[in-house]
């Protein structure tokens, strides 16, 4: 009737249990302490505004010295530059979409621009590429250097393994001549303002200090200066010098070396630093070059008054390839995404009503109208061969890349089956070859065949509505499933599809 009498066993372990108990309970005691003396300490802080009123403010603490970035409300008018000013950016196969977002960004503000655009790339930018870019603004130029500081280039962190040699290939903006100013840009920026300040009358560098991750910069002990963000550099005509250029090269090489562990986290920006650092500087408003990060922390994401927003972090363009979670960067994709799906579209619009090859009305031209015969239309040129059929006009319709060049990978071409098809079919009667308008670059380096008409429709997602009526309008056709049901349903309402004969 009464329990097991306790042994001296059980004892010691409830007395080992009290005592783990009470370390335990004076060590939460003591964190709770620590953590109280800290907030009391922040409570007895002046506060200083990061965004309301940002004048220059450096003192010390128990971390680095810190420098609060200035930001204006000014809003000044967008000038062309001019010939004597020139931007600069670096970018590959992966960035395209980027520098298209830069390049309609910088077009939008300043509409009728003349200057130079020079874009070092690291040979992945392919003929179809630039064809696309110089469509967009003609005075682009390709320089894909070959730079002898390779096999030296550190890779002893995230950053510098991820930048690689790409990044650094924008000091080679040191070797332009001829110019009042080169701006040196990232291609992961948009430009939403006047820029017009950083080719101002000066011979300064001109830079803005590099903050997201807190509201305010750092000051380098190498550098005695902050840290400058190399997203966007104003660099005058006076620095464009052989010695510069090969100062900077120095600078890369032993860009190992440990200087600073502000700057040794970088890449680019640690050797642009180094370069600066006994350089005259003008430290510019963060309105023109503001991180994404601090858009969202300290702006509550707003971009008012903002001349130049960078996407610093993982890139919009590629967050598909980003495992969900992963990344604990603060960002925006949907502001890069809205503003350049906005410029896109207002771009492509406008190039396809200016193509000679726009929408027109089939159904009231043609020698075949009048006549009994119908329009045939297939997917390939063989098709047309083997019907037999007395047609008014034969109809091929290109639906995608891959129909041209398939797993080629290079240089577009025609399949070699479809040659001799395609001349034939052109000798015989008239032959209009239909493609989606982004194809257009990829038809004009493969070549047309003799004889032959090309025609286009402006169809491409996220713009084409899906199973939407087209309108009467040249504008973006409807999308019905697939490409090739869209290109079906689109070539059937433009040739009229009463009077047409579809081949499988």
Known sequence: MFGRRRSQQDFDRLRDQRDLARRQRDRLAQRLKRVSNQLSEEKAKALLPPYARLDLLTYRDDGPQRYWPQRDSVRTLAVDPGSHVAFATVANDRFLPGLRGLLLSLLSVYPDLSSSFVVFHDGSLNQLDQAELLELYPRISFEAPDPSWVTVLPRDSANRERIGVLGYLNTYALSLRGYERVIVLDSDVLVFGSLDRLWAPGSAFRVVIDCGANPYGVVSGHTGRPVINSGLISIPGCALTDTMFTRMQALIRSSADSVCPYLDLFADQKVWNQLLMDQPVELLPINFNCNIKYVVQFL???IEGLALVHFAGPKPWLRHEQLRGRSKSVTDHWLWIRTTRRLTWAWRLRQFQAC???????????????????????????????????????HLVIHSAEQLCPACGGQPRWPADWMPGLNSLAEQQPLTLWAPFSLRHLLQVAGMPAGAECRFILMELPFSAVDLTASAQPGFAPWSGSAEASMRRAVSQQLGASNLHWLV
């Open 300 to 302: 509550e994401g707003c």
């Open 356 to 394: 000679s090859g726009g929408l027109t009305d089939w159904a009231d031209s043609g020698d075949w109208k009048g006549t009994t015969r119908p329009a045939v239309a297939a997917f390939h040129p063989q098709a047309l061969l083997d019907s037999g059929q007395q047609a008014a006009s034969w």
